[in-house]
């Protein structure tokens, strides 16, 4: 138990520094939105069609992701036929074949130059869920978080259940409809929520889509479903 609380305060500290930490990197803002650090950077900004997907590829810039590094990577940002903000990620090659190494599907890069990538995403997701990135070898690895930091006050919009263990055997409480909540934590598929009175419990995400005669909508204000 002790564990577990020592991982939600230090997931809490974590992401409340999350926009101080990067304050010294440039914005670019024009298709796609990046964070970066200027002095390993090239903006490039053209576009290009991408003709078996009849979509447009905007290329953003040249940077380095790691500056103690030669290398230089070439990113690109689209829509995709189902309108998804995602990046491509390409190594620069002399030999003018670039190396695809990564696609990350998100609305904000974060590229500070220091071997990482991070990423803010509502792309197909519940909620804006901020991931990290990697650089290894000519790859780019996400690095596993004890858990994925949410931190939404809002209210339940049906009644909800919360379970003390994602084997649903032990009921914690059934909260009604209209009912303050706090949506914590996210791992595996499996949200951890805070009562006013400070009682936690878990939902599966798949619990939290209910339907009535207005037709599908999720059981929590402000979670989005499958990122709309």
Not at 141 to 156: D, F, H
Not at 173 to 201: N, Q, S
Not at 222 to 228: A, K, Q, S, V
Request: charged share 25%; net charge neutral; with cysteine.
């Amino acid at each position: 138990m002790k564990n577990s609380l020592l991982i939600l305060l230090l997931i809490g500290i974590a992401f409340s520094t999350f926009g101080q930490s990067f304050s010294y990197l440039k914005e670019f803002k024009t298709n796609g939105h990046i964070l970066y650090e200027p002095s390993i950077t090239e903006i490039i900004d053209t576009t290009e069609e991408d003709n078996g997907n009849y979509i447009e590829v905007y290329v953003l810039m040249k940077t380095k992701i790691n500056k103690n590094t030669d290398k230089y990577y070439i990113i690109t940002f689209d829509y995709g036929p189902s309108e998804d903000p995602s990046y491509n990620i390409y190594l620069e090659e002399a030999s003018g074949n670039n190396t695809h190494i990564a696609f990350i599907g998100a609305e904000q890069l974060i590229i500070p130059g220091n071997g990482n990538i991070y990423c803010s995403s509502r792309t197909n997701q519940l909620y804006d869920k901020k991931r990290k990135f990697k650089l290894s070898g000519k790859s780019l690895i996400e690095v596993k978080q004890a858990a994925y930091y949410i931190g939404l006050k809002s209210k339940t919009n049906t009644l909800l259940t919360l379970y003390a263990d994602i084997n649903k055997t032990k009921k914690v409480a059934v909260l009604p409809k209209g009912y303050d909540v706090e949506v914590l934590i996210e791992k595996d598929g499996w949200l951890m929520i805070k009562t006013p009175f400070g009682l936690t419990g878990w939902v599966n995400e798949r619990d939290l889509i209910t339907y009535d005669v207005t037709g599908e909508k999720l059981s929590i204000k402000g979670l989005y479903y499958m990122g709309d």
